[in-house]
């Protein structure tokens, strides 16, 4: 069966946004692909068509333009996704203020963009997806600015979630451990660096981007339809337990 629902994912060429943009278009759903890679946008929109949206999601403006693109296109938007996001490995005396600046706009700015063009946009129900991270509430070493702006995204979830009830949007986040992207190459690049992040984790592994895709499509399906203000840990456990040793 057919799944009529259109859907806007900003940073749709990344490793999560990807995954998410083939799980989606394999159920039929009507994507809006956006993204600041032109080639990399046209070459996923013609593998899974869809329409590519060239923009910087760190300018609300152009985000807002995005989705109503989208509803204009498709004649709905059911949800919007911020697959947006940095990262950044450095202790707060080495990290810079332009350093700091960047993570924030990469990953905090581009999340309340999504939110406002949902907001503005949406006509409801529907839903909000963001990207938050196991680091925002668990304390790891070397993480201060990347775990202040997904930290952030959790408190944004929480308030957008309460905003927008009455209109009938959801507003959720996923908070992911170390997952296999291009972004995270570079801390797996070697076996020593995967086995001592896999570690980490008390399940053991890293996390691959289809498992980050599940939970978020479960957040836009109607199965998830009386669930907002949630933050779902996708982490191997990272973000709350303690394994054995």
């Known amino acids: 069966m ?9 940073g749709a060429t990344g490793g999560i946004g990807s995954a998410l943009a083939r799980r989606l278009a394999g159920d039929g759903v009507r994507l809006g692909l956006a993204a600041r890679n032109g080639a990399a946008l046209d070459a996923l929109g013609a593998t899974l068509g869809g329409a590519p949206l060239v923009l910087d999601a760190r300018e609300p403006e152009a985000v807002e333009r995005a989705a109503r693109s989208v ?3 498709f004649g709905r938007l059911d949800g919007v996704v911020n697959c947006v996001g940095s990262l950044l490995l450095k202790p707060a005396h080495l990290t810079s203020v332009d350093d700091w600046d960047h993570t924030m706009s990469l990953n ?3 999340a309340f963009g999504a939110v406002r063009a949902a907001a503005l946009v949406m006509p409801g129900p529907g839903a909000v997806v963001l990207l938050s991270s196991a680091a925002a509430r668990t304390g790891l070493a070397n993480h201060e600015a990347i775990s202040a702006a997904k930290a952030g995204v959790l408190g944004l ?3 957008a979630a ?4 009455p209109k009938g949007i959801r507003v959720n986040a996923v908070a992911p451990g170390l997952v296999r992207t291009p972004l995270t190459a570079q801390l797996i690049g070697t076996d020593a660096l995967a086995k001592a992040s896999a570690a980490l984790h008390p399940l053991g592994r890293i996390g691959e981007p ?5 939970a978020i ?3 836009l399906s109607d199965e998830a339809a009386w669930v907002t203000g949630q933050v779902l840990g996708v ?3 990272l973000g709350t337990v303690r394994g054995r040793r």
């Open 210 to 214: 289809e498992e980050i895709a599940a």
């Open 2 to 10: 057919t799944d009529h629902r259109a859907v806007l994912i900003l």
């Open 235 to 237: 982490d191997g456990g």
């Open 108 to 110: 905090l700015r581009t």
């Open 71 to 73: 509803l204009e296109r």
């Open 162 to 165: 309460a905003s927008y009830a």
């Open 217 to 219: 499509a479960w957040l």
């Open 157 to 159: 979830t929480l308030s």
